[in-house]
């Protein structure tokens, strides 16, 4: 199956006339690791050294180091179930005119997405020929839901997403 796949592939690549450096293509692989992301037949995880780099991140001490926290955290959100509304007492303290005063609250919200990276799950690659469960979660500023396939004993997850709610989309009844 894999060598008509890649027959496949190269026969597309050649017919447009784009050409694949060998000394850049893994090939028979069964695991491989791309933009810190690691890729088998299981589904796609975190890289271990981000996974680690995630977890030795110290307190911030000022907005740009959430920025900086939030930005390495965002990159992975989509393995967070989620990641808006852990993530929102962070962000707060970023929004103009606002002082920096970090809390214990902070200090929790800091430790939150930190966990839930570090114990991300895999994520499985979709397989039409199971069915699908969307679990989909509203609170008053953020949405999200993920997307699960499996048996009913075992639903795996396949996608997460999660979306902060801005000033107007607050006012919306919950139908809307």
């Keep these: 199956e894999h060598e008509r796949l890649l027959r ?3 026969t597309r ?3 447009h006339k784009l050409y694949a450096k060998e000394s850049k293509c893994e090939l028979w692989r069964t695991e491989v690791t791309f933009l810190g992301h690691v890729i ?6 975190m890289e271990a050294s981000e996974v680690d780099a995630v977890n030795a991140w110290p307190q911030p001490q000022d907005p ?3 920025r900086s926290f939030l930005g390495l955290a965002g990159f992975y959100r989509r393995f967070v179930h989620r990641f808006s509304q852990i993530a929102a007492l962070l962000i707060d303290l970023l929004v103009k005119d606002t002082p920096f ?3 214990d609250r902070h200090s929790h919200a800091f430790r939150s997405p930190k966990y839930a990276l570090t114990h991300a799950p895999i994520l499985r690659p979709y ?3 199971l069915p699908c469960t969307v679990d989909l979660d509203a609170s008053d500023f953020a949405v999200g839901g993920v997307l699960l396939q499996g048996t009913d004993s075992e ?3 396949v996608a997460f997403e999660s979306k902060r709610l801005n000033r107007a989309e607050r006012n919306y009844s919950a139908r809307d």
């Design 8 to 10: 496949k592939v190269f």
């Design 40 to 45: 088998n037949k299981d589904g796609v995880s």
């Design 155 to 157: 639903l795996l997850p």
């Design 127 to 129: 397989d039409p020929s």
């Design 64 to 66: 740009g180091d959430i």
């Design 101 to 103: 005063v970090w809390t």
């Design 13 to 15: 690549l050649r017919t």
